[in-house]
T-cell receptor, first 112, second 112 residues
Framework: DAGITQSPRYKITETGRQVTLMCHQT?????MFWYRQDLGHGLRLIYY???????DKGEVPDGYVVSRSKTENFPLTLESATRSQTSVYFC???????????FGEGSRLTVL | QQQVKQSPQSLIVQKGGIPIINCAYE??????FPWYQQFPGKGPALLIA?????SEKKEGRFTISFNKSAKQFSLHIMDSQPGDSATYFC???????????FGQGTTLQVKP
């Protein structure tokens, strides 16, 4: 199916464990983004990528690592999960030509 | 540092009413101002967007008003319907950075 898909949709983990959230898009969009959504804070940008092998920090990058070896994939890794990283994570992509972001359906992460 | 401030946090109106959601930004380099709509369990989706060279844009029942000198923009929903009940996010983009910065979100409930 065309579009942007995230996996897993739901994840429960424990403090200190490593977690990777996957994001895959089929449009070959140059830009990809990771946001976290928390009540009262809206959507906050964690990391973004302008192209394969080019990544940059957003507003709240601490505790997260990203990579982009292929245009279509943009995984987000929590190297040592903390309770404060309990959130809903959204991946998004966009073309070079418009500002419209296309979002995945989100990954709900709970860190116990 | 919250570069885009959105208010109110929540809003309840009767069917047919005109809810208004306001946003203010700080960075005069922003050049694209979209609004996103999010239903529960889904990712946000683009609703309507405006660039700073126009003061108003309408798409169906949705209108953006833009005041460049005040660095403010707002979303008006005409003849609101229960199906408009959702969370609305304003955002701002500086084109050459690729980063879309979101406001905190407004949860709208339209009562039948």
């Amino acid at each position: 199916d065309a579009g942007i898909t995230q996996s897993p949709r739901y994840k429960i983990t424990e403090t200190g464990r490593q977690v990777t959230l996957m994001c895959h898009q089929t449009w070959s969009h140059s830009y990809m983004f990771w946001y976290r959504q928390d009540l009262g804070h809206g959507l906050r940008l964690i990391y973004y990528s302008a192209a394969a092998d080019i990544t940059d920090k957003g507003e709240v990058p601490d505790g997260y690592v990203v990579s982009r070896s292929k245009t279509e994939n943009f995984p987000l890794t929590l190297e040592s999960a903390t309770r404060s990283q309990t959130s809903v994570y959204f991946c998004a992509s966009r073309t070079d030509y418009t500002g419209e972001l296309f979002f995945g359906e989100g990954s709900r992460l709970t860190v116990l | 540092q919250q570069q885009v401030k959105q208010s109110p946090q929540s809003l309840i109106v009767q069917k047919g009413g005109i809810p208004i959601i306001n946003c203010a930004y700080e960075n005069t380099a922003f050049d694209y101002f979209p609004w996103y709509q999010q239903f529960p369990g889904k990712g946000p989706a683009l609703l309507i967007a405006i660039r700073p060279d126009v003061s108003e844009k309408k798409e169906g029942r949705f209108t953006i008003s833009f005041n460049k000198s005040a660095k403010q923009f707002s979303l008006h929903i005409m003849d609101s319907q229960p199906g408009d009940s959702a969370t609305y996010f304003c955002a701002a983009l500086r084109g050459n950075t690729g980063k879309l910065i979101f406001g905190q979100g407004t949860t709208l409930q339209v009562k039948p």
